[in-house]
């Protein structure tokens, strides 16, 4: 069982470059996320989809714009790639039920941007 | 929302218990308490999670305040496999699983 699939997993950018990492899960999940985590900090919400054909902000959307390609794909992408966009990228799935609901993580997909 | 404060670090000798505090005193009656744990280069995983009651299952505890103002997550005996940063979030909503920056375990052997 594969569970939640990202790649990339390492990707050097430069300023100003596009990329899009993709998001796969096979659980049959409703909800979707994408965070991101800088050195030494815990994991900021990106972007999350509810459901299909649904996508909303989390603490941290700008520069990113995402898809729900169908119930298991979620793609993140970067239209002009910033320094600051340098982190560790992880895709997570849920079957949110009632405020439970355990988070299934990627591996992560480590992006630099020069 | 709610926030949680969880101290930086601490540290565990090997098969010995562990306590990691999580304070979370503007707690509403509708946040479930979520623990998840992030080993080395490595996405976070799943610990435990409760509402008001104690919580056991095969990897923790979860011990909640009465008066739910605090957590907190027992490891009966330490391995060097739960050295980890270790989340407590507190969650209201789908999209409202936001990570602090956690405690930090060292487990010495």
């Known amino acids: 069982n594969a569970g939640v699939t990202q790649t990339p997993k390492f990707q050097v950018l430069k300023t100003g470059q596009s990329m899009t990492l993709q998001c796969a899960q096979d659980m049959n999940h409703n909800s979707m996320y994408w965070y991101r985590q800088d050195p030494g900090m815990g994991l900021r919400l990106i972007y999350y989809s509810a459901s299909e054909g649904t996508t909303d902000k989390g603490e941290v959307p700008n520069g990113y714009n995402v898809s729900r390609l169908n119930k298991r794909e979620f793609s993140l992408r970067l239209e002009s790639a910033a320094p600051s966009q340098t982190s560790v990228y992880f895709c997570?799935?849920?079957?949110?039920?009632?405020?439970?609901?355990?988070?299934?993580f990627g591996e992560g997909s480590r992006l630099t941007v020069l | 929302d709610a926030k949680t404060t969880q101290p930086n670090s601490m540290e565990s000798n090997e098969e010995e218990p562990v306590h990691l505090p999580c304070n979370h005193s503007t707690i509403s009656g509708t946040d479930y308490i979520h623990w998840y744990r992030q080993l080395p280069s490595q996405g976070p995983e799943y610990v435990i999670h409760g509402l008001t009651s104690n919580v056991n299952n095969r990897m923790a505890s979860l011990a909640i305040a009465e008066d739910r103002k605090s957590s907190t997550l027992i490891l009966h005996r330490a391995t060097l496999r739960d050295a980890a940063v270790y989340y407590c979030i507190l969650r209201a909503r789908r999209e409202d699983m936001r990570f602090g920056a956690g405690t930090r375990l060292t487990v010495k052997p």
């Open positions: 997570a799935s849920s079957e949110f039920l009632r405020n439970t609901g355990e988070l299934f």
